[in-house]
């Protein structure tokens, strides 16, 4: 039940006290709650203190209300699941140029388009486990309100596909707050494929939702990883961008943490814990200002470096992470040369899907007939790590590569939206050559459904054969 109290004017914002109750376990609990009537207010979670985060962790996900697993839905609920995933998901054209050779050639003359697809690439098993779940929430839970906590994939279709079952996504505020408030008791809330922080896990567990977690198992694999560096009293340096919310669900169950974006933030760290305060760029205020938004609370670089370990954003360059691994264990040796091996761990934790596409676009850059592509389409959402790092390889190799995160991004006037590697958005005019036939390498992200690849490919058949020269001849 909910009772709006009043409305009060705080520091001129108006404000709505509302006092819930609901039943749990058998005990009834009451819950009070500030609605905040401003877009740019939002709710900041901490997670409440624990003696072992892990425990915690565990302890939320055995609750009868936590669902996360294909077993918690009945067989006729994934079945409807899966006539959705046929029909908005899988492709015959993609399919099919695996069954050929990875090739296939679309139109004639100068209109003719040969696609050349990357040997693995596209919707990984976790992601499309992550879509089968929440959809299987919505077959569950239909006279329910639902919600989910981030973008269930960097993929816009996929969130556009969940808004239209009525998933609600929980606001963003401009203080980078969310809207919590809008989520009640008896609700329905979704865990995206990213995970979500303790924090968050805290605050629907006590709150009396149903929980619907689609997190990636590989994702929940750097976090088993993290709890063996917590019970060693060891910091986690974790290889990711410190916004992406992957990182910051990971971050939330370390004790202590330093996140690096790139192998040149690794080298400043390594610099760093050999020669701290030798040059006013290693000095202790410069490192406190570059990672300001990247460390733990109470982070002193000076103490909390002695002991690392090493995680990762499971969607990250695998060389890149491998790579800092190495400098590190390095770093640590030299530094530590009679106990390193006390003071340094590391696993690997990179998904094996994304390191397959990573493999895959690299076997088709470094293959002998490349110089035959006239450019490689990357398919996949504008904020998708993974698919970043697929633009990255080809382009590190100096061939052309365009970034696309839908077909709409193809425009019939022969123009092409697409994401440079910076994370700027632009348009490139007279992309598609009308004078000749061309050969397209084709990848796309793991969070990226067949479907959605095949809608772009169909879109440069359509326009290349409007704008072929020897088409307009004829006409």
């Known amino acids: 039940k909910m009772h709006l109290l009043s409305l009060l004017i705080v520091c001129g914002v108006a404000v709505s006290l509302q006092i819930s109750s609901y039943q749990k376990n058998g005990v009834r609990r009451v819950g009070v709650s500030l609605r905040m009537n401003e877009k740019e207010s939002g709710m900041k979670l901490e997670a409440r203190p624990v003696q072992s985060k892990k425990q915690e962790r565990r302890r939320i996900v055995g609750n009868k209300d936590f669902l996360r697993s294909e077993s918690d839905f009945s067989a006729e609920e994934k079945a409807r699941v899966e006539e959705k995933l046929l029909s908005h998901m899988k492709s015959s054209l993609l399919e099919n140029m695996k069954a050929n050779m990875y090739e296939t050639t679309k139109g004639e003359g100068n209109a003719a388009v040969t696609f050349r697809l990357a040997k693995e690439w596209g919707l990984c098993w976790g992601a499309e486990r992550s879509i089968e ?104 340096i974790i290889h990711g961008k410190y916004s992406h919310e992957e990182a910051i669900a990971t971050a939330s169950f370390c004790k202590d943490y330093l996140i690096v974006k790139d192998i040149h ?115 996949g959402g504008f904020d998708s790590s993974n698919t970043a790092h697929l633009v990255e390889i080809p382009h590190n190799k ?33 992309w598609l050559p009308t004078d000749r036939p061309i050969t397209i390498g084709v990848t796309s992200g793991a969070s990226t459904p067949d479907a959605y690849v095949e809608e772009a490919l169909e879109r440069v058949v359509l326009l290349k054969a409007a704008i072929s020269e020897d088409n307009k001849i004829a006409a």
């Open 133 to 236: 779940l929440a959809l299987a929430a919505v077959e569950k839970f239909p006279d329910r309100r639902k919600h989910i906590t981030n973008e269930l994939l960097h993929n816009p279709g996929v969130n556009q596909m969940l808004k239209d079952n009525d998933i609600s996504f929980i606001e963003k505020t401009n203080d980078g707050g969310k809207k919590f408030e809008t989520v009640q008791p008896g609700d329905v809330v979704i865990l995206p494929a990213f995970g979500a922080t303790l924090a968050e896990m805290q605050y629907f567990d006590e709150l009396g939702v149903t929980t619907v977690d689609t997190t990636c198992p590989w994702v929940s694999k750097v976090w088993n990883v993290v709890d063996r560096q917590v019970s060693k009293d060891m910091t986690t």
């Open 265 to 379: 933030e690794a080298e400043y760290v390594c610099n760093y814990i050999l020669n701290p305060g030798s040059t006013e760029e290693l000095s202790k205020d410069n490192f406190m200002k570059k990672f300001a938004q990247a460390m733990s609370p109470g982070f002193d670089p000076d103490i909390h470096l002695k002991k690392i370990g090493i995680a990762n954003q499971t969607t990250m360059y695998k060389r890149e992470t491998a790579a800092i691994g190495k400098l590190f264990e390095a770093t640590m040796i030299k530094k530590y040369p009679e106990d390193a091996s006390d003071r340094f761990a590391a696993f690997d934790t990179i998904c094996d899907a994304t390191q397959e596409r990573q493999d895959a676009i690299t076997d088709m850059v470094e293959d002998p007939d490349v110089s035959q592509l006239d450019f490689i389409l990357v398919v």
């Open 398 to 430: 100096g061939l052309t590569v365009y970034h696309i995160n839908e077909a709409d991004c193809i425009s019939e006037t022969n123009t092409l939206t697409h994401r440079l590697l910076d994370g700027s958005i632009v348009t490139t005019e007279n």
